[in-house]
């Protein structure tokens, strides 16, 4: 059972290069999965060091996502008049496509980097704070009545009541968050590279495109499901490893 | 202590409580017996000042408000908090009274000694069984020493066996602390084995029937005395009177 999911992928892998060779379908269609491993190897430091750069903005826009997620968060979870001013703008922002206002933000930032991070960041923002809000919320109503029957203030309760009972549903909004900070980082690139910019691996793909290298196209697109697979798992590992840490099994 | 004068309480159109009125002695052990809906929890919360009457008036002894820590609530589930420790948990009403944790210590290896949590300060409640949740949850209850402890049908999800330990230690600790204990059930069973005054409640609206004295001597050796099956007896026919009136 456990090697299931890479048996079938050697065996897809497999098919593909045989296909690809039996029907002698061109390069510049579909490449096999050779072709794009020698693409890769042809220019590993280039196309490493923009996967690089992407990485730098995902990761940027997740801390920032993060630390403005939890912060609204506990704006809204602490009054209900913020909770009512805030919350309809958060799924605004939600809704709202990113590609729509990528070129907005790229003009109104100025600074390519900067802009990137926002970009991702508008992406990234809401499963942190949507999870951590309900986290904050969740705290049994006995809990929170025990803290008002030893005076407890709203700070304490917060620091030794809401805050804990939210880690898990944080961990969750974030690693949902880590997936979505490395889309919103690739959409804002593709924007911001069409504008002339960018040394990230969405740009690599266009650049690919514009000259026909579709197995370099290939490579770079390997590349980014493998940083998001990645990005994923460590994630969830972060989540275990806190969850155990603190639940003492 | 307490005298509780007519209290009534609606929840929007639902009349929880209607012209209760009871007296708390210092020392008393007293259950609120009832069927669900008849108030009890309702009054609990009352006497805890987690709520307030809509008429009527809580009026404690020489007009002394209990303060933080003179009141220890037990609910039916042990609400501990998750990710911390057995003493983490017992040490939480301390610690929000402001004392630090190498203050607090003593009391709250006392605490967990009381209830039989010897050597079980690190555990986290995930490893601990039913009962020995609800024996922190009372150590956390009686860290502070109150002078009134409530109890929110404390015992009603453990098993019978664990359930008849945790009355008789809890009647132990009750003789050894003097305190005053207002204890919520539905078992008929276990107001007359435990309490010394028995206050019968009927729902709709909730309401207090009247009150039983207990003759029983407390102690685990009730459980075999006639007078307790002689008590639960009276305390069936007159719940049922009560509730078909």
């Known amino acids: 059972m456990k090697f299931a999911p890479a048996l079938f992928g050697i065996a897809a892998l497999l098919a593909w290069e045989a296909v690809v060779r039996i029907a002698a379908v061109p390069e510049y269609l579909v490449p096999g999965p050779i072709a794009i491993v020698a693409a890769f190897l042809a220019d590993p430091a280039g196309l490493l060091w923009s996967l690089g750069s992407t990485l730098l903005v995902t990761f940027a826009a997740l801390l920032v996502a993060a630390v403005l997620g939890v912060a609204l968060a506990v704006a809204i979870a602490s009054s209900r008049l913020l909770a009512a001013a805030i919350q309809p703008w958060a799924i605004v922002l939600q809704v709202t496509p990113i590609v729509a206002i990528a070129p907005l933000v790229i003009v109104w930032v100025g600074d390519p980097f900067a802009s990137l991070v926002v970009c991702a960041t508008i992406v990234a923002f809401f499963p942190v704070f949507a999870n951590t809000a309900t986290g904050l919320a969740s705290a049994p109503p006995e809990l929170v009545d025990l803290f008002r029957l030893y005076g407890a203030g709203r700070f304490a309760t917060l620091r030794l009541l809401r805050l804990p009972a939210a880690v898990p549903y944080f961990l969750t909004g974030l690693r949902i968050s880590g997936g979505l900070a490395l889309v919103g980082a690739v959409v804002a690139e593709f924007v911001a590279g069409s504008g002339g910019f960018g040394s990230g691996l969405a740009y690599r793909i266009m650049e690919a495109g514009y000259r026909l290298q579709v197995p370099r196209m290939f490579a770079a697109l390997v590349l980014l499901s493998l940083a998001g697979i990645a990005i994923n798992a460590g994630l969830s590992l972060l989540a275990e490893a806190v969850l155990r840490q603190r639940g003492g099994a | ?245």
């Open chain 2, 1 to 245: 202590m307490l005298h509780i004068r007519s209290v009534g309480r609606r929840f929007n159109t639902v009349e929880a409580l209607r012209d209760a009125s009871l007296t708390l002695q210092a020392g008393d052990f007293l259950a609120l017996l009832g069927p669900s809906g008849c108030g009890k929890s309702t009054l609990l919360r009352l006497i805890a000042g987690l709520d307030q009457p809509d008429s009527g008036s809580l009026d404690w002894q020489d007009g002394h408000q209990p303060q933080r820590g003179e009141i220890g609530f037990v609910f039916q589930d042990a609400t501990l908090l998750p990710w911390a420790s057995a003493a983490d948990n017992v040490y939480l009403p301390l610690r929000l009274a402001g004392r630090t944790r190498d203050e607090a210590a003593p009391q709250v290896h006392d605490a967990l000694r009381r209830v039989g949590l010897d050597g079980f300060e690190a555990a986290h409640p995930r490893q601990l069984s039913g009962g020995m949740r609800m024996r922190v949850s009372i150590a956390r209850a009686l860290v502070t020493r109150p002078r009134l402890l409530l109890m929110d049908e404390p015992f009603a999800a453990l098993d019978e066996f664990t359930r008849h330990r945790l009355q008789e230690d809890l009647l132990s600790l009750w003789r050894d602390l003097g305190c005053t204990i207002v204890f919520v059930t539905h078992s008929i069973y276990e107001a007359a084995f435990l309490a010394r005054r028995i206050v019968l409640m009927t729902p709709r609206p909730g309401r207090i029937d009247h009150e039983i004295a207990s003759p029983l001597r407390p102690g685990p050796e009730a459980r075999q005395d006639p007078a307790y099956a002689a008590l639960v007896g009276q305390v069936t026919r007159e719940m049922a009177r009560a509730l078909a009136a």
